[in-house]
């Protein structure tokens, strides 16, 4: 069966300061892998997708990158966080014949 | 492009009694429809989804959603509620779209169950 991880569960960083969350899916090949920002009290907003090795879209300008440099690992980074970047970030995958995502347990996010 | 409007933000029920929470989409094709739960600090959880065929679907945890093309809507029921149902539940519509699923979601409706 397909399993997906994400981690850090919970990450308190400074203003200014990088950032790496990491989310890998096992027991499928060749996903499409989602990033997804949850803030406070607001639905979800899709950051970043894949449909393969290298391959990233944005679907919002922002102060966040992603890299997927191997098929089932997607990462999300930012060099300088900034206050706002803090919130509930949710590693998601869809196989490449279904039609629904499934959700990794999120990462909490607090940048002070 | 897709959209999902869920009008409750919150909503109280009490213990044993019937829920429905509403969904409204828009989408110019017939939609990939879904609906997700998330417990305070947890990730998403699907609970069932809509692909095609029987309008009527059911899901986990005794929900089931129905899909009506003529009002647009997705809307989910459960016969009776459990304390364990207090949740955040999300509506989502799904599209194909340049070789990947778009997916959109509602912004939430919070659900309480009282005693």
């Known amino acids: 069966s397909q399993t997906i991880h994400q981690w850090p569960a919970t990450l308190v960083q400074p203003v200014g300061s990088p950032l790496s969350l990491e989310c890998t899916v096992e027991?499928?090949?060749?996903?499409?892998l989602y990033w997804y920002r949850q803030a406070a009290g607001r639905g979800l907003q899709l950051l970043f997708y894949?449909?393969?090795?290298?391959?990233i879209s944005s679907e919002v300008p922002q102060n966040l990158s992603a890299s997927r440099p191997q098929d089932r690992q997607f990462i999300l980074s930012s060099k300088k966080l900034l206050l706002s970047d803090s919130g509930f970030y949710l590693c998601?995958?869809?196989?490449?014949?279904?039609?629904?995502?499934?959700f990794g347990e999120g990462s909490w996010l607090t940048v002070v | 492009a897709q959209s999902v409007t869920q009008p409750d933000i919150h909503i109280t029920v009490s213990e044993g009694a019937s829920l429905e929470l509403r969904c409204n989409y828009s989408?110019?094709?017939?939609?990939?429809l879904f609906w997700y739960v998330q417990s305070p600090g947890q990730g998403l959880q699907l609970l069932l989804k809509?692909?095609?065929?029987?309008?009527l679907v059911q899901g986990i945890k005794g929900f089931e959603a129905e899909f009506k093309r003529s009002q647009s809507s997705f809307n989910l029921r459960k016969p009776s509620v459990h304390w364990s149902d207090a949740a955040e539940y999300f509506c989502?519509?799904?599209?194909?779209?340049?070789?990947?699923?778009?997916?959109?979601f509602g912004t939430g409706t919070k659900l309480q169950v009282i005693p």
């Open positions: 998601a995958w869809r196989g490449n014949r279904g039609n629904t995502i499934y």
């Open positions: 027991g499928t090949s060749n996903p499409n």
């Open positions: 894949s449909v393969g090795i290298g391959q």
């Open positions: 989408y110019g094709a017939t939609p990939y």
């Open positions: 809509y692909f095609s065929g029987d309008t």
């Open positions: 989502a519509v799904g599209a194909n779209s340049g070789g990947y699923q778009k997916v959109t």
